[in-house]
């Protein structure tokens, strides 16, 4: 079943599903087991309507506000429910597939158990092709050296990014895949260049390679 266009009604009254350690990136596939009451009720909506929500990260110190409305970084991923399945109990497992970056605007008022903000997408900045080039050629290099390491899937780069035909959605691809720091993953969603997500992923790329390598070699980089 194709995804639906992120409408401007949408955006309006976003549902949010708000968690401490997610990032929901363009093109990425989420899975999430849903428990608590409030966002049954989020999703309960979501599926009766357009399947859109937000996944937006808590900020640090949080916990003492759980319940509440602690805040939440205002860059966050918008997806749409892509498969879900309705437990007896009422419990859900819903696979979230990334549509946009948005910005919060506004948080609306408290008129149902879940959050809802009034969001704007977040435009994608165009790099240069060149520098795109160079950044995807120097990480090529590089995940050669890496690929013996990583699971089968993504041990081929060119393969685990097929479909992926541009910048951003290259970017996107690695990110969601490479990156589980909670802060690492929001600084790299909330940046709306996608030549400088490349430079930061090159970056990260390169200390996984020089932490597998033999010392000697690593040493002799870091002269260089």
């Known amino acids: 079943m194709p995804l639906p266009e992120l409408e401007e009604r949408d955006l309006a009254e976003l549902p949010i599903f708000p968690l401490p350690n997610a990032a929901l990136f363009p093109g990425a596939a989420l899975p999430l087991h849903v428990f608590e009451p409030r966002y049954r ?25 759980y319940e509440g409305r602690p805040p939440i970084y205002d860059v966050c991923g918008v997806g749409a429910i892509e498969s879900h399945t309705e437990r007896p109990d009422g419990r859900f497992d819903i696979t979230l597939r990334g549509l946009a970056r948005v910005h919060i605007v506004e948080e609306l008022p408290p ?8 969001a704007e997408l977040l435009r994608e900045v165009v790099p240069a092709r060149a520098l795109v080039g160079a950044w995807q050629q120097k990480l090529a290099g590089l995940w050669e050296r890496l690929a013996p390491h990583l699971p089968e899937p993504v041990r081929d780069l060119r393969a685990f990014t097929r479909g992926a035909d541009d910048a951003a959605a290259f970017s996107d691809r690695l990110a969601a895949a490479l990156v589980a720091d909670p802060e690492a993953s929001q ?21 996984l390679v020089d932490a597998l390598s033999p010392p000697s070699v690593a040493r002799d980089r870091a002269l260089n």
């Open 41 to 65: 009720e989020l999703v309960r909506e979501v599926l009766g309507a357009s399947k859109v929500m937000a996944i937006a990260r808590l900020m640090p110190g949080y916990e003492g506000d």
């Open 111 to 118: 008129e149902r158990a879940f959050r809802r903000v009034r």
């Open 187 to 207: 600084e790299l969603l909330a940046e709306p260049d996608a030549g400088e997500r490349l430079r930061i992923l090159t970056g990260r790329v390169q200390e």
